[in-house]
């Protein structure tokens, strides 16, 4: 018996949605531009920076390999939790990691890679327990519900799927899909951080009347707040792309990853809500 994987619908872009979301983006960026770059071209850069992070954000989300409930009980595969969950673990452990390299003054790219590869560890070794509990706990093979031979490895899935189940445990390209979503989220969480925290530790001194001996100071608030507002604007693009997922997932092999650009539109107008929001706090 093969479980044939119902059409997932809405796959399709809204054209009016898509429109206003892209008016939405063009005008944030336009007022930001405007007001702004004569002052600091900072300010305007982090602008930029946090909407090209939660865009990463969005589409990393749907690399990653969520089977909810039905994966506790061996009828789908995946980890069993939600996505906005699963990716904000990930999310927060590529944060710290870009954290650590941004206090010590690593650069940029270095930061936000350290942040990608923070992330892309916390899903790996999340994925290798979940293979391990599944396989030995539980002691059900690994098998895809949604393609007939691993997209990676080429090996078949069929005849290890159960009958009545959309196939169980988590596929060895779930596991990569998961590792690669994990990076992406850590990348744009990062990205986000070191965006932020650069405008506050040149506006919090001013707004805070710190002093040129007390602007040290001042640095534990900046980034505490680049940090909350990190943390904050990436559950939001995780619980877009949650939305846009709608359920249990198996990673880019699976027919609900042709939904991305759905998510990427949002997460560009949802982030760039976020940031000028994020920018206004120190910048006004």
Do not use: W
């Amino acid at each position: 018996m093969t479980v044939t994987p119902k059409p997932t619908g809405g796959v399709g872009m809204n054209p009016l949605a898509n429109a206003l979301s892209i008016i939405l983006l063009i005008a944030i960026i336009g007022a930001t531009y405007i007001l702004y770059y004569g002052v600091n071209p900072l300010i305007f850069n982090a602008l930029i920076g946090v909407i090209v992070g939660g865009a990463l954000i969005g589409f990393g989300v749907h690399f990653v390999p969520v089977g909810g409930a039905p994966a506790a009980m061996g009828q789908a595969p995946g980890i069993a939790t939600g996505v906005a969950m699963l990716a904000a673990g990930a999310g927060l452990a590529g944060l710290f990691g870009g954290a650590f390299a941004i206090a010590s003054n690593l650069g940029l790219m270095t930061s936000i890679i350290a942040g990608g590869i923070g992330g892309a560890l916390m899903m790996a070794i999340t994925c290798m327990f979940v293979v391990l509990i599944y396989t030995y706990g539980m002691g059900i093979p690994s098998a895809s519900g949604k393609v007939k031979v691993d997209p990676i490895t080429g090996d078949s899935q069929t005849e290890y799927k159960s009958q009545g189940t959309e196939g169980h445990g988590l596929p060895f390209s779930s596991f990569v899909g998961g590792v690669i979503g994990g990076f992406l989220g850590g990348l744009g969480g990062t990205l986000i951080y070191y965006a932020l925290l650069r405008v506050y530790e040149l506006r919090l001194p001013a707004l805070l009347g710190a002093g040129l001996l007390q602007a040290p100071a001042v640095v534990p608030v900046a980034v505490s707040l680049a940090g909350i507002f990190a943390i904050g604007i990436f559950l939001v693009n995780a619980v877009l792309a949650a939305y846009n997922i709608t359920g249990t997932t198996e990673g880019f092999h699976d027919p609900k990853f042709a939904r991305f650009p759905r998510a990427i539109v949002a997460a560009l107008a949802a982030s760039a809500v976020c940031g000028f929001v994020a920018i206004l706090v120190a910048a006004m």
